[in-house]
């Protein structure tokens, strides 16, 4: 491309929770390694949709713009991604855009993830301290559970798991590959996994380990590549010697 060419795009909008979507095609100047984000910010300078109606700016969230925070999650030409790495060159055109499915709409790209952070909740997805003074370094721990903490800890709460889980979604209680690799994690640390049965309760009542139809697409669409089947597999092992053993 060349600079004088112009990007075009189409997105889902919807004014409002509950409010009739609708399809509005816009087009901005091309630049050298742009990202979807970048598009985006060219048509909130200037509403205009592509037959020069002038529109309201395109709502979404970002925050960090590296692919850590996870706010920018949507839907990209038929795939859950971010829009911070997702390049302009990489992708076919027109660019659709579109909100994720299993989340509320607040508006046009903007989702409601607080389901996330209260299933996160819910499986105690943090360690415990006495206060907020020194406690020390604190129990070591070896260096091969070092990486696999590192792998499972890179979980940006973006929701492109949950989006392309078959079993989570308003119609289903189901926690989500998501909280269920905050439960191991957690578990996993020394002083965490002082509450790992109250975490493997939660995994074992209604809408957790159970409600997983093991079809697996959650680890090929986690952006990180971090390894969901498998902690869904070691927390159901763990669940199974809770329940004939610990209970």
Known sequence: MSNQEMVHLRILRQDAEGAPRRWERFKVPYQPYM???????EIQKNPVDADGRKVAPVAWDSACLEEVCGSCTMIINGQVRQGCS????????????????????????????SRIFADFRRVRAWVDIDGTYDVGPGPRYSAEVAEVRYALSRCMACGCCLEVCPNYGPQSPFIGPAAINQARLFNLHPSGGMHAGERLDVLMEEGGLADCGNAQNCVQACPHKIPLTTSLAEMMRAATRRALFER
């Open 35 to 41: 990202n979807v984000l970048s598009c985006l910010m």
């Open 86 to 113: 997702a390049m302009v060159d990489q992708l076919a055109q027109p660019i659709e855009l579109r909100p994720m499915s299993k989340f509320p709409v607040i508006r046009d790209l903007r989702v409601d993830r």
